[in-house]
């Protein structure tokens, strides 16, 4: 299977490179992410999104968008560096 530019950045995010986004990227992340089901039958560990979590007021776009789909930021290992 060939691997494009796409995969390639991909691999860039999990190796523990910081990621940078403009702000309009991030908040249409957030925009999508408020569109998404938050149907507890349509989410699980076995799913695409895991069940909605708290989002705090005044969270950055970014980690409004993760915690609606389900995935704390701060369980991730870069975020405790």
Known sequence: ???GPADRRADRAT???RLALSGSVLEAAAAAA???PADPAARGPDLAFGPTLDVPSGSDPLSEA???LGRDPDAWP???R
């Open 15 to 17: 190796l523990g490179i």
């Open 34 to 36: 408020r569109r998404v």
């Open 66 to 68: 993760l915690r609606l």
């Open 78 to 80: 870069s975020a405790r």
């Open 1 to 3: 299977m060939r691997r």
